[in-house]
């Protein structure tokens, strides 16, 4: 009962770990949208130094899981939290990285165009909307919400073309507007990410594949 009891505790420290890491990862995506107009380069700077604690956060998840793996030898129920750990760890990883490319993009140019910019910010806050309400869905076990938020992401891809297809930015300055669509690409991955998360949280708290049973 005493090792059963402890493993247990292991296993929410390693839910609580992926939680930190969602926080940690939602506000890169808050700073990365903001540096993008900043008057200054050091706070693109900070955020693109910071995603080495974001790296080792995600090794540590990693190394948990395997500890867990070998010693506890486990059931299948807690294997699937497991194997859902460790893509859901890997995916923020990558929206870390994402939002680390976006504050490169702020020590290359500095993107001051109204329509641009509140198109970048609206796919920023649209995808960190996502995240705040994946953790709701989770916590409650609201399979009906995670389904809305995997639907969610076209809003943002939405954005993304409508950014793509903007032409009058490349008459005044080619160079600004290939690096605001390229922002708009980072964020859109960022959306799909999200997406790949909603849907490992599915198949952890259903034990289906999102894909397999809703398309």
């Known amino acids: 009962m005493v090792i059963r009891e402890k493993y247990e505790g292991e296993l929410n420290l390693l839910i609580e770990d992926l939680f930190k890491l969602g926080k940690e990862v939602y506000n890169m995506i808050e700073q990365s949208i903001s540096v993008l107009s900043d008057e200054k380069k050091d706070n693109a700077r900070n955020l693109i130094a910071y995603d080495k604690k974001i790296n080792q956060m995600e090794y540590d998840i990693n190394e948990k899981v395997v500890m867990l793996i070998t010693k506890q030898q486990p059931i299948a129920t807690d294997l699937r939290v497991m194997i859902s750990a460790l893509k859901i760890a890997s995916e923020l990883e990558r929206m870390a990285d994402n939002s680390t490319n976006i504050a490169q993009i702020r020590k290359r140019a500095k993107i001051t165009d109204y329509f641009i910019l509140m198109r970048l910010k609206t796919m920023g806050k649209l995808a960190m909307l996502m995240l705040r309400d994946l953790e709701t869905a989770v916590n409650n076990k609201d ?73």
């Open 143 to 215: 399979i009906l919400l995670i389904k809305e938020i995997i639907e969610r992401d076209d809003d943002i891809d939405d954005l993304y073309k409508e950014i793509n297809n903007t032409t009058y930015l490349i008459d005044n300055d080619p160079f600004i507007s290939a690096q605001a669509h390229l922002a708009a690409r980072y964020l859109e991955r960022i959306g799909d990410h999200i997406t790949n998360i909603s849907e490992s949280c599915y198949y952890y708290i259903t034990g289906k594949h999102y894909e397999a049973v809703e398309k």
